[in-house]
């Protein structure tokens, strides 16, 4: 049976390949990709060989590929990293060897290019994964559809997910444009965050024009009497000096972002400045002269007691190892749901890279300007 795959190259065209689900061989090499979608391939029962090299595709989700249950031998670029949002314990339950050492970056979250490769990571999500994947997938499905202007939706995990269920199953409708902006309008009478709302795209939408001054009234309102807590990090001279002459920067107090990114502004900002939940307190004054210019005086609060471990993903990786680190007070929306707070804060964490277990070289000198929706 004919098919055709398509792709995206380095110069954004879209262009096709003409092949068959029954092929036991694709050959896409030298192609100029940039972006190609693997769920196309999940119907290719008798797929062996899967060449996707001599390309420029810096990411690739190889989900999809679980269902091509005869592929024994897939090629790609060392520079193309292979990733799933499913962690090393479900892929290694599910997956062949070929895939597994494919993977390169497990519990990723970038953005699926297609309902169904989030339909190939949905049952696996659901069963076996934390809750917040499920959001991440749910606000996935909103970017596709073309909702993305919603922002962070919280709707709570059981609506997310039945939701969920109705695009993966019927696709967009008016019905659940409907939906998507009665639960917005809620959102907003209740004076809930509205993080990562686009205001104006709330003007191509009837009556909700008239809701922005509430959205902007209320985001200012959530940056009043917001905090920045401030860890001292537990370290010796010796280990300083050994940093040092590695040519290694050396701040012994850090700033916890957790608060702030669970703000719409803060959250518009760190995103930004490329920050994950954690930064060193010279790049938290680039944070700082950034919210000053917009209006926003954020206090610090110094931490007396010293922590042997820095960075929130971090403490809670080392504590299943029986190493414990004290944990911040900080203050949570309470109209933000847990899945949502974790989501956020694993987002943060996964977009920059890094957990910051040690300490990081020098930040650089340049300068942001940033408008705020």
């Known amino acids: ?53 001599e390309n420029k595709i810096e990411r690739l989700d190889i989900t999809p590929l679980i269902s091509c249950k005869k592929l024994g031998t897939l090629i790609l670029d060392g520079e193309t990293d292979a990733e799933t ?24 979250l970038t953005y ?20 917040w994947k499920m959001i991440h997938l749910f606000q996935n499905s909103l970017r596709v559809i073309g909702c993305g202007w919603l922002g962070m939706l919280d709707i709570g995990l059981k609506k997310s997910t039945q939701i969920l269920k109705q695009i993966l199953k019927s696709g967009y409708s008016q019905d659940l444009q409907d939906t998507f902006l009665s639960y917005l309008i809620e959102v907003i009478d209740n004076k809930e ?29 959530e940056m009043r009497n917001q905090f920045v807590p401030v860890l001292a990090f537990d370290i010796d001279k010796e280990s300083i000096a050994i940093l040092k002459s590695a040519g290694e920067s050396v701040d012994t107090h850090y700033a916890d972002l957790r608060m702030l ?5 803060g959250y518009e900002i760190l995103e930004s400045l490329a920050m994950g939940t954690t930064c060193e307190m010279r790049e938290f004054s680039k944070i700082q002269e950034v919210l000053t210019s917009l ?44 899945e949502m707070i974790e989501y956020i804060w694993q987002l943060a964490e996964f977009r920059t890279g890094t957990s910051r277990i040690v300490l990081s070289s020098s930040s650089s000198d340049s300068s942001f300007e940033i408008e705020l929706s």
């Open 295 to 338: 209006g926003y005086d954020i206090k610090t609060n110094l931490d007396s007691r010293p922590y042997p471990i820095i960075g929130w993903k971090n403490r809670k990786t080392m504590r299943k190892l029986g190493i414990e680190s004290p944990e911040p007070e900080i203050e949570l929306p309470k109209q933000l749901s847990n």
């Open 1 to 53: 049976m004919s098919n055709v795959l398509k792709y995206i190259t380095s110069e954004g065209k879209l262009k096709e390949f003409e092949s068959s689900i029954n092929d036991t061989t694709i050959n896409l090499s030298n192609l100029n990709i940039q972006q190609f979608d693997t769920s196309q391939l999940m119907a290719y029962n008798s797929l062996r060989e899967l060449q996707l090299d």
């Open 261 to 265: 990114l669970l703000t719409s502004y």
């Open 193 to 221: 965050p509205t993080i990562d709302l686009d205001i104006e795209s709330m003007k191509n939408y009837g009556d909700l024009v008239l809701l922005i001054d509430d959205v902007v009234e209320q985001r200012n309102a």
């Open 85 to 108: 949002i499913l962690s090393y314990g479900t892929m290694e339950d599910i997956a062949k060897e070929v895939i597994l050492d494919a993977v390169e970056t497990f519990d990723a």
């Open 112 to 131: 699926l290019p297609s309902l169904n490769s989030i339909t190939a990571s949905f049952d696996h999500v659901r069963k076996q994964e934390p809750d």
